[in-house]
Every structure is written in structure tokens, then in C-alpha cells.
């Protein structure tokens, strides 16, 4: 292959994680070649560069691929090539999708960007779906739920809101993207507004083992009052969703007793 | 990564050089875990971290030095009953931290993209 400088392989990488592309790096630690050598790793098994032996190159691109499947990073030992390899993966950044650009979206929006989501607002009434109002969300599409998610991709990976409180859009909505495998599909309303839109919906056709997956009412108990406080609560249960986290309050986990604890804090 | 970003590229544009410290390894209750990133300018500013806050200070006269001598270096913090009130982990763990030079990135692509959408 192509000689690579150190530099063409950093300026790949900087693209691929600002424009969100999927890519690996490793670093060889210690081996055969010069410490620092790096090497980058694509979905496709292309590498770019070299760790300085076509066969650890062959191994750690392997291992880089599975890496991807749930994104990671991590040394690894190669002891063969007496070589210690950090392999980092960059997935692209989770995707929030908001469908209605009412209150409670603009702090949510705060808060999902702060935490490196990418954000789509989508909402077919201009009024709550444009710049003024979403200075900071990545995409607007001001269209109908049905017509808005031909232009978004849905995977494991994307989280999806649902707060109009209209059922004209809501339950659009819900149909669009139930049964698309997204991360998490959260709706707002009390219990009561859910059971009811519950019914209506598996009338029309709408498996209800589908309906039983989303997150309604939506967000964690905080006792939120305020859009913010309830924008808080949903990004909150989206984060433990993400991880797969219980959400229940640290103090509470593996409880034990506080004159032994003498190293906590940070 | 993703967070340590705009700060290099804004140093860069000042035509500063810049370090970055990685967590490779992290064991027990390190407060961040192996991909945490700190990016170091020449002047010492600094973005993102590796710990808490307890190591940072540290790695980042190591990587200055780094930029002097531009050879990477592996560096572990562990916390100890004596380092507990210098250098070691508010939250105990131990840590490895690669601090390399960072070459600079081109601009524009001056070579074929692989993998572009």
C-alpha cells in the first residue's frame, strides 16, 4: 500500500468525526514499528496506513471491525508481534428526533446538543418549526410526520420524542416510526391521553406489542414542573435507555456503610 | 474526540502546536474511561479531560514536554496512600494516559477519500 503521513491520517480522521462517518483509529503503543504509528480502520475493511506488519495490520483490522458493532475503545495485547494496540471506534453521534416544536423542544434541544446529540425538530406548523426558535437544532423539517421521516434515517443509534399533544401529529407520527428498530421512542400525555391514543391506534391496525415499547408518559420522575424541568427528565431517561441504566438514584445502588466509603468523591 | 475538536482546530488556526492525552486504560472506579480526551496547546491552554480534574495538571507539563521533545510517552496514575494529596484519583482507579504530538491536520484533501457517503 501507499505511503501515509501522520498528517493525511489525522485530517481523515477529523473529517470522518466531524461529518459523523463511522471510522477506527489504532495507535500502536508498543511493537514492531515506531510507538505513536497509526493506522485508521473503515466500515469496509479498508485501512488507511500502517502499524508496520501486514499481519498485525490484518489483526487489528479484524478486531476494529468488531469493535464497530459496539462502539468502543480499548488497548489490546498482541503478543505475537510483542505489541500493545489502542483501538478507539468513533460511531457517528446519536440523533434526536423531536416531532413538534413546541416549548418543552427548545430546552430539550439545549440539552441533547450539549450532550454531542445531533438534533432534527419536525413539525409541519411553520410557526414552531423554524430558525427563530431553533437556532441551535441541526435539521427543521417543517412537514408532516409521514413526509418528515422519508428524510430521516432510523436505527439503534437515533431517539425519538413525540410532544404536540395534537393527535393529528402525534399519532402519525407514532405510526411512522414504530417498528423502524430506533433506540427509543418516547410520547408525551398523561396515562390516561396514552391508553386512550393506545386504543385508537391498535384499532387501526397498530401492533400493540409495538405501542407496550414506548416510553409514555414520558421521561424520568423528577417532579418536573417547568418545560425545562420536563425536557430534563426526558433527555435524562433517554441517557439511561442509551446505557441500558435502571435511573434510580447512585446512593441507592450497592448500598454500604458510609465510614468504610473513603474513596469516593470526583 | 468530538468534544476536544473545535478547541484544536482553533489553536491551530493560531498557529499553535498541539498535544493530546488519551486514556488507554482505565481500572476500578477511574472517573473517565479508556477514549477520554485532553487536548494541550503550546501555551498550556487546555480542553475536554482524563480524570476528575486530579491528573490534568500534570499531564499537561508532560505534554509539554512532549511538544519539546515531539516523542510520545505513556504515562500511569494510580492512586496511593501517599499520592492521595498530590497526584492521585479523587476516585481511586487507575489510569494510562497516552500523550501525544498532534500532526497537524491539511485543510483541504489533498489525497482520494475513502468511505465518503
Redo the contacts between chains.
Sequence with gaps: MTE????????????????G?M?AQA?L?RGPGR??TRMLV???G?Q?GSLGHPELDRRVVADALEMMKRP????REYSEFDARV?V?V?PP?PHLVIFGGVHIAIPLTTFAKTL?YRVTIADPRRKFANRERFPHADEIIPEWPQKAVERIEIGPTTYIVILTHDPKIDEPALKAVLGKGAGYVGAIGSRKTHAERFERMAKHGIDPAQLAEVYAPIGLDLGAETPEEIALAIMAEIVAVRHGASAGFMRDKNPRPVAFDS???? | ???V?EA??KWRKEGKRVALA?V??AEG?A?R???ARLAISEDGEMAGSV????VETDVMYQALDVLKSG??R?LRYA?TDDMVWEVG????GTI?V?V?P?????AE???P???K?
Design positions: 501515509v503521513s501522520p498528517r493525511q491520517i489525522q485530517t481523515q480522521l477529523e473529517q470522518a468525526v466531524a461529518e462517518r471510522v495507535t503503543l510507538a505513536g473503515w466500515p469496509s479498508q488507511t468502543r475503545a480499548e488497548s489502542f478507539e468513533f453521534p454531542g474513596g469516593s468523591g470526583g | 474526540m468530538r468534544d475538536l484544536i482546530q488519551t488507554v486504560k472506579s472517573p474511561r479508556e477514549g480524570s476528575g480534574g486530579c516523542e510520545p505513556l492512586i484519583l479523587a476516585c481511586g494510562e497516552w501525544e498532534l500532526p497537524e491536520a491539511s484533501p489533498e489525497f477519500q475513502e468511505e457517503p
